[in-house]
């Protein structure tokens, strides 16, 4: 998980509010970048030199048994500001040598002064790292008994206060082991640690700025509501598929997944369709068909003119009220017309897609190409067994030149519960991060992306059977599959690698994002993990 | 304006006759030659040279300058058939401000073939579907994918 540079630290909510001399240390101010800083204390937001370690270790040792021993001396921790304990060796020394050397007995905070103040210990907020290298260390809570009055220097300060002080900085890994642990649970059937365990990632959860706290939260909704429902078939909320459009087309705007998948799907089709006077698309999943302006404009400026173009669109099933299938049909053949293209449409309304039968796409297999395409839409079929063979099938038997698939790149199918968990877990938090870095977007856009998202997390763990829809399985898998129905992969050529390279480069925040050749498909990551993967089929022996 | 002086002339038959004299030329009355010398500027000369007079102003909105500025870096040179497309969805002035400019500002040296020029006509043809049907259909806020592209630049 990366690390916002942005994110501050806020103790957890449930120590005392620590307050007067102790400043919050912050990551924003990072001390000059020393290149043998030790990378694993790093991640956490400590800065040890490599070299330094074993001195930091016996440093912290010695605190600790001077801070444990149940004696005035650790409440000699006076009113020194410590500033930046992410420079963790030098704050040690400073901590060290105030205890050892205490100011004055002015520092007494049992001593009230005439004005009713009393000095505050300074340790509330700085716990102790960890030592060593290992991130998975435990963590080290504090526990301060202490004489002495806290935030409010009003108070009677006789009532010791036992004081649990957790450091957020490593509530972000605390988080992924809560949750890894709270599915563990759910996979062993123990519903009542599940249900321990789940409150507290929720907590924690909610204390996470950032990435990690938004993926964290609908993770533990959608844990919560696995433990919680006994019919385990409702995993999501029902919402109508105007809404989920809407969704998605939010999803559109704020990254650039969605692009790269239509435009290098557009791609395969163009170098699949060069020769064609007349190309019929079948869209399986039309939604709100941003992806064929593009594809109209680039077959009107072919040399040799356009052909003719005709699209069959399949969406949900239309209300009585609003056919938004036909309405978008409309707009494309006003955009057809605007760029000189010949347009005919066609609306599909169909709940799922095995109601779909060959007859219905009414092809003219002498005079057209025909191309099959799907973004997202395939691995929903995977809920039913036969459903995606039949969708297959029926692919098949009209001939297409050239099929091409958008798929996620995640194994969100498995049988064991635990195994789709993490597997999840990884995927959506890199997903999350890449939106979380691009900047000067319209807020609007990124949270609706982020509830888009979130509804797949629900979906992926808290529905089983039918209602699982968001199947999602690996290029090789699909490989497998295509393959045994009768598909032989097409691969993608380089115009479409150099669009979306282009694409990323010049998209906000699009450092993270990495285009990447498998074979012949082209998968687009974030940082090392890829998300989403464009690849094209034709039929065996075609 | 062109300010024309003249003097009276002694002709042969003793008519006096006007005759002009060479009058200044003012390049303000030859827009053709304008657009010419303007088609032949960089990004920040033109805009620049946009803001010198309202006529200039006008003159620089003719799209083939634009167009000329789109496309000076494209090899191989992209077809005429652009031109109509490029016209209907908003004009080269339109596609230069919005996918053309932000790119090179990103990607100073990159080299622009079909394939580059391809994505921008497609994130342009997705800009002019947006703005005109799918709008008023999300809402308040109007839908823009290009806004990853744009600085906050008022382009009319």
């Keep these: 998980m990366k690390r916002g540079h942005g994110e501050t630290w806020d103790p957890q909510p449930q120590s005392q509010p620590p307050s007067g001399s102790c400043e919050g240390p912050s990551m924003v101010d990072k001390m000059a970048d020393d290149s043998n800083m030790d ?46 304990p992410s420079d963790l060796s030098n704050w040690v020394e400073t901590m ?66 036992p004081v649990v002080v957790v450091d957020s900085q490593e509530t972000g890994v605390r988080l992924v082991h809560a949750l890894v642990a709270c599915a563990e649970a759910i996979q062993q059937q123990d519903l009542n640690l599940a249900d321990a365990l789940v409150k507290s990632v929720g907590t924690l959860a909610a204390s996470q700025a950032g990435a990690m706290g938004k993926v964290a939260t609908y993770f533990s909704q959608g844990l919560a509501r696995r433990i919680y429902t006994s ?41 699949a369709v060069t020769t064609a006077r007349r190309v019929h698309v079948i869209d399986l999943g039309l939604n709100q068909g941003m992806q064929w302006p593009a594809l109209m404009q680039a077959l009107a400026v072919r ?58 796409f009414q ?44 798929e996620q790149e995640a194994n969100h199918n498995g049988v064991v519960f635990l195994d789709r968990f993490n597997e999840a877990l990884h995927y959506y938090s890199s997903l999350f991060d ?50 045994s129905v009768g598909f032989d992969p097409v691969p993608l050529g380089s115009s479409a690698f ?45 | 304006m062109s300010s024309k002086r003249t003097r009276m002339v002694e002709k042969s038959n003793n008519k006096r006759q006007r005759v002009d004299l060479v009058s200044e030329f003012s390049i303000n009355d ?59 969805l908003g004009g080269y002035r339109r596609l230069y401000f919005l996918c053309i400019r932000p790119v090179l500002e990103r990607l100073p040296k990159i080299i622009w073939s079909r394939d580059q020029l391809q994505l921008s006509l497609s994130l342009y043809c997705v800009h002019y579907y947006e703005r005109l049907y799918v709008g008023a259909w999300l809402g308040d806020a109007p839908p823009s994918s290009l806004m990853f592209l744009r600085k906050p630049v008022n382009v009319v």
Excluded at chain 1, 127 to 145: T, V
Excluded at chain 2, 48 to 70: G, H, K, M, P, T
């Design chain 1, 39 to 84: 990378e694993l204390l790093e991640v956490l937001g400590y800065k040890v030199r490599s070299s330094e370690m074993a001195e930091v270790a016996q440093k912290l040792e010695q605190l600790e048994m001077v801070l444990s021993n149940d004696d005035v001396g650790s409440n000699v921790l006076n009113d020194t500001v410590h500033y930046n």
């Design chain 1, 96 to 161: 060290l040598s105030e205890l050892n050397n205490p100011e004055s007995s002015d520092l007494d905070p049992t001593r009230i002064s005439e004005y009713g103040l009393s000095a505050i210990p300074g340790l509330s907020a700085f716990p102790k790292a960890e030592e060593g290298a290992d991130e998975e260390a435990s963590s080290k809570r504090i526990r301060l008994e202490s004489v002495g009055s806290w935030g409010d220097p009003a108070v009677d300060s006789t009532r010791p206060r």
């Design chain 1, 231 to 271: 019919d385990l078939l409702s995993g999501g909320s029902h919402v109508g598929p105007s809404f989920e459009e809407a969704l998605q087309m939010h999803f559109y705007e704020s990254c650039p997944y969605l692009k790269f998948a239509h435009f290098t799907a557009n791609q395969a089709i163009l170098e």
């Design chain 1, 303 to 360: 040399p040799g003119g356009p052909p003719s173009f005709r699209l069959t669109g399949v969406g949900p099933p239309q209300t009585e009220s609003s056919d938004s299938l036909q309405e978008l049909g409309w707009k494309l053949a006003q955009f057809a017309q605007a760029i000189g293209v010949e347009f005919e449409f066609k609306g599909l309304a169909a709940e799922s897609l095995s109601d779909l039968e060959p007859e219905m």
């Design chain 1, 363 to 406: 092809t003219r297999p002498e005079s057209e190409t025909l191309v099959v395409n799907s973004v997202f839409e395939l691995h929903r079929l995977l809920n039913r067994s036969g459903s995606i063979e039949k969708v297959l099938t029926t692919v098949k038997a009209v001939k297409p030149s050239i099929v091409t698939m958008v």
């Design chain 1, 434 to 483: 890449s939106l979380e870095d691009s900047y000067g977007l319209p807020s609007q856009d990124r949270v609706m992306s982020e509830v888009y998202l979130g509804r797949q997390i629900v979906n992926v763990v808290a529905a089983e059977g039918t209602d699982r829809v968001e199947r999602h399985e690996t290029l090789a898998q699909w490989k497998v599959r295509m393959g």
């Design chain 1, 498 to 542: 150099k669009q979306a390279s282009m694409l990323l480069s010049v998209f906000a925040g699009g450092d993270g994002y990495r285009v990447e050749e498998n074979d012949g498909c082209l998968m687009l990551g974030w940082q090392t993990r890829p998300l989403i993967t464009t690849s094209a089929w034709k039929l065996a022996g075609a």
């Design chain 2, 30 to 88: 030859h827009h053709d030659v304008l657009v010419e010398i303007l088609r032949r500027l960089d990004g920040p000369s033109l805009c620049s040279a946009a803001c010198v007079c309202r006529l200039w102003s006008a003159v620089a909105r003719n799209d083939s300058i634009w167009e000329e500025l789109c496309f000076r870096q494209v090899s191989p040179r992209p077809s005429l058939s652009i031109r109509s497309i490029v016209s209907a």
